[in-house]
């Protein structure tokens, strides 16, 4: 079983990649100002699930196999782009741009968790992250890596989700004080949009 040495170390390192601005953190955000912290919440779920999914594979070695192959790496990547423009194209031309909030296509809490499991899953930059990363604290020699792999795993997806919730539900509690102001409603949702777009370039754009 994992060492209490080794979890000193790792809680700190994994507290800290969770403390830092990313992709799933700025989806969050964007999320929970576009329908609210009931949203942003889900979204940090929907996150977590393709965290798990991420390691599950990266304990499988099926990681190993994406960062060898560039194409299926790429392919996976590009798709990701596409459906975050996608979701920036649906903040920009929602009815809430032009009539306000009462005509605004806000999303359930389903649908921000299903975005978000895409979201995170399409970005293959995470998976090799994992792979990377979480072997540094295992260690043979204390029983089995595979379960050593995913309890390391639970800790950093579990503390990203309480991190990338609070966010969420921060922008949404935010952006319900924004409803009764029409002008700033709609800056919010055209902000939610530039995020998605932003999100979309970094993937593009960020070196393997």
């Not at 390391?152 to 309480?162: P, R, S």
């Not at 102001?181 to 370039?201: H, K, P």
């Amino acid at each position: 079983m994992i060492s209490a040495e080794t979890l000193l170390i790792f809680a700190p390192a994994a507290l800290a990649l969770n403390l830092t601005p990313g992709n799933d953190m700025l989806f969050c955000l964007g999320q929970g100002m576009k329908s609210g912290p009931r949203a942003g919440i889900a979204a940090s779920l929907g996150i977590t699930c393709g965290g798990i999914i991420h390691t599950l594979a990266a304990a499988l070695g099926l990681a190993a196999l994406l960062a060898s192959h560039p194409g299926a790496f790429e392919v996976i990547r590009w798709a990701g782009v596409a459906y975050l423009v996608w979701l920036a194209i649906k903040a920009f031309t929602s009815p809430g741009v032009a009539l306000g909030t009462e005509g605004a296509r806000r999303e359930t809490p389903g649908a921000a968790f299903r975005q978000a499991v895409v979201v995170n899953l399409t970005n293959p930059k995470i998976v090799v992250f994992v792979l990377a990363f979480l072997p540094q604290f295992v260690d043979p020699a204390r029983g089995s890596p595979f379960v050593q792999f995913l309890l390391l795993g639970a800790i950093l997806n579990g503390g990203g989700m309480v991190i990338n919730g609070l966010v969420g539900g921060f922008a949404g509690a935010l952006r319900s004080r924004l409803t009764s102001r029409i002008d700033l409603a709609r800056y919010a949702q055209r902000v939610t949009g530039l995020i998605f777009l932003g999100l979309a370039a970094r993937i593009a754009f960020e070196r393997r």
